[in-house]
């Protein structure tokens, strides 16, 4: 069993696996009486998450990508009711340039024992429902996620909702919703998932351009990072992606405050490189358990 270091609030050694599992999401919920919207970020010391390859598309540096993050975000969203995408996702998913966040807890995947994990803790599917935040309606929903019985709900602009095409989207599973006049309004899409859906448990896994909105709504609770004990070069700011814009860190996010951190050595990424990285949360101040 490989074990890892917490350092913050106490210090001890904790099994990696299960890690994000033993954060009860759901119970938190129902202890301060209403939903928890959560994200999860792998970044460099800097902040970086994504930085623009040849093709001219943000990916995740190999120097970052390893399978102890990936598993804890797995373990995240194994938790949420609802996860919310961005219509870039499903562009990229494609042209088979994508992660899969849509099926793998299904049987015979990568994650199925977490499905089957949701499934004994009493979630209705081995996969959450999905919801999208887009401006434009220029993605096409595969159809394993249509015949999948999960809902689907489209967050995009009041007068794209209105549109011919918007309206040939919605059925008995999906549904669009206009949620603000330039943009998606951070402060209406948690609404209507939480108050209006009843999701307890709402997991954004989408980029920075959505966590935004989720900040500026005041409508984040828990920001999960893990952080690689390294930097990625890059001598134009523009062909990366950072957490937050204009270069600002976390540490600037007043509004919340460090809640754990644990450290994990030797970590092997897809590069092949070994490095050290850390399992951080931050919580909103104002959230209370």
């Known amino acids: 069993m490989l074990m890892i270091n917490q350092v913050f609030p106490v210090q001890k050694q904790v099994p990696l696996e299960g890690l994000y599992l033993g954060q009860r999401l759901r119970e938190m919920a129902t202890e301060i009486g209403r939903s928890v919207v959560l994200t999860d970020f792998l970044a460099d010391k800097n902040g970086v998450v994504a930085k623009s390859g040849k093709a001219g598309q943000f990916q995740i ?58 499934l004994s803790a009493g979630y209705k599917r081995r996969s959450p429902d999905v919801a999208i935040v887009t401006r434009h309606l220029d993605f096409e929903l595969p159809e394993e996620l249509l015949r999948s019985g999960r809902r689907i709900v489209i967050f995009t602009t009041d007068s794209m909702a209105a549109f011919d095409q918007a309206r040939a989207l919605n059925k008995a599973d999906t549904i669009v919703v206009g949620s603000g006049e330039a943009g998606v309004d951070g402060g209406r899409l948690i609404a209507t998932l939480a108050n209006g859906m009843g999701y307890r448990v709402i997991m954004m896994v989408s980029g920075p ?46 509004e919340f405050r460090l809640a754990h951190q644990f450290i994990q050595e030797n970590v092997v990424t897809e590069d092949a490189s070994l490095i050290s990285q850390s399992f951080l949360r ?8």
Not at 63 to 72: F, I, P, V
Not at 84 to 111: T, V, W
Not at 222 to 246: C, H, K, R
Request: charged share 25%.
């Open 209 to 254: 351009n959505v966590l935004d909105l989720l900040l500026a709504a005041n409508r984040l609770d828990l920001l999960y990072v893990t952080q690689a004990q390294v930097e990625i070069p890059f001598d134009d700011l523009a062909s990366v992606q950072t957490i937050l814009g204009a270069g600002k860190k976390i540490s600037e996010l007043k």
């Open 61 to 118: 540096p190999a120097e970052l990508k390893n399978s102890s993050d990936w598993g804890r975000f797995q373990e995240l969203m194994a938790q949420a009711e609802v996860i919310i995408s961005g219509g870039a996702y499903f562009k990229r998913l494609a042209a088979n340039g994508a992660q899969d966040i849509l099926y793998q807890f299904e049987p015979g995947n990568e994650f199925e024992k977490l499905g089957q994990w949701r």
């Open 282 to 289: 931050y919580d909103r101040k104002d959230f209370q358990r």
